[in-house]
């Protein structure tokens, strides 16, 4: 019964706001929490859906940078909340709500603008959350964690090799779990008490009474040396003069049986290309078939998939491959890829590992292999991708790990050069 009431009694604040740069091109026109992701959701959809599977039913989401497609996915998708059952989505575009001119200045200063709406929710506890990362996780069990360790703050955390942390903010702990040092991106990583290999990177997921977090906030928007972020200033400032705990993620994350821990940050189209050929294959280590825990999304009225044609070389037909509604598969062969809705293929075309976002037209014979190709895009017939890196590399994005990127302004920049 305590558990449910803790939940009740908590919100989720969204940090949407960023940018993304890594992704390069498909961050041009929308914010990253909003790129599509698994074939007809959003990356955002990932923390929302943790939220409502685990029974918290208050949300903001702070937003800033091209927020548009963001905000109508939020508005198509995300309006099942009732307001007389106490239950709210908010939207929150960087405003000047507190008499500034400025946007939102790091982590920490959105929620600070935003103290009198988080107020208006009159809530117990606040958790703070990214919303840019691919992952399952149940937050009642960090929150009543927290509560049972009467801590200040709680940060999610990963178990990963020492070495790859050096990308993260990193937290030292003793053996009770209480964070001793928390650090950005350190080059040498402290390990975790029990393997010199591994050591704990953060989440950017934290649990704050809302009572402590906003007297902490007020307080640093006051610190004219502050860059008003969690990571940068309010979590070493707690575990300085503070009681903050560590919570491991594998405690919480939800899983099937036996399954690996599931944390993706897909910041680059290496990473995004990667995840969604990993949800290709036969067990693939995030469960999207999960009716226990679903991943709630804006879903669009469309027919099911259609693959048609049966000749020699001309065969709709897909292999260990994700197609969603809406797709129509004409003489194609498609293996290994991620078709999200809408995607419209015509004959002898092949797509090999091919991530291809909503309403693409691939058109007669081309040929593609390992590309990410963004939403809206017509590939012309005859277009080869991935069989010659160095002429690829004259129109589209290539990485250093082989992937193309493919966009409709790449393609007009290569048709005006003919």
């Known amino acids: 019964m305590e558990t449910k009431r803790l939940t009740q009694r908590s919100m989720v604040f969204v940090l949407a706001g960023g940018r993304g740069s890594r992704l390069r091109e498909l ?100 958790i703070i959350l990214a919303g840019d990362h691919i992952y399952k996780m149940d937050y009642e069990i960090m929150l009543r964690e927290h509560v ?36 950005e991106k350190p080059a040498d990583p402290p390990a975790t008490p029990e393997d010199p290999d591994m050591a704990l990177a953060s989440m950017g997921i934290y649990v704050f009474k809302w009572s402590f977090l906003r007297d902490l906030l007020e307080k640093d928007a006051l610190d004219t040396n502050s860059s ?70 804006y879903s669009e009225s469309v027919p099911p998939a259609k693959f048609i044609h049966d000749e020699r070389d001309r065969r709709g037909m897909a292999i260990s491959s994700m197609v969603s509604g809406g797709c129509i598969i004409s003489g194609t062969e498609v293996r290994n890829s991620c078709l999200f809705t809408n995607v419209h293929t015509n004959s002898y075309a092949v797509l090999d590992h091919a991530v291809v976002l909503p309403n693409v037209v691939i058109n007669r014979r081309a040929r593609l292999r390992q590309v990410v190709i963004d939403s809206g895009v017509i590939i012309p017939e005859g277009l080869v991708v991935g069989e010659d890196p160095v002429e690829d590399a004259k129109w589209f994005r290539v990485t250093e790990r082989g992937t193309t990127l493919i966009t409709q302004d790449m393609l007009d920049a290569r048709d005006a050069s003919a």
């Open 27 to 126: 961050t041009d026109r929308r914010v990253k929490p909003a790129v599509p992701f698994g074939g007809k959701s959003r990356i955002i959809d990932f923390a929302l859906s943790n939220a409502v599977n685990s029974g918290i039913r208050k949300m903001a989401i702070a937003t800033q940078y091209k927020a548009h497609s963001l905000i109508r996915h939020l508005q198509r998708g995300w309006t099942f909340f009732r307001a007389e059952r106490n239950e709210f989505l908010d939207i929150l575009p960087a405003s000047q709500r507190t008499g500034t001119e400025a946007w939102y200045a790091g982590t920490a200063d959105a929620v600070t603008q935003n103290i009198d709406i988080v107020d208006s929710y009159g809530v117990d506890y606040i």
């Open 148 to 183: 049972e360790n009467n801590a200040d703050v709680t940060v999610g955390c990963l178990t990963v090799p020492r070495m790859e942390a050096t990308a993260f903010g990193v937290m030292a702990t003793d053996a009770e779990g209480r964070i001793t040092s928390f650090l």
């Open 228 to 297: 008003h972020d969690f990571g940068n200033d309010l979590i070493p400032e707690i575990v300085k003069n503070g009681k903050a705990m560590a919570h491991r993620y594998d405690k919480s994350c939800v899983r099937a049986d036996g399954a690996p821990v599931y944390w993706k940050d897909v910041g680059t189209v290496d990473a995004f290309w990667e995840a969604h050929i990993d949800l290709t294959t036969f067990t693939p280590d995030l469960n999207l078939w999960d009716r226990d825990w679903p991943i709630w999304t």
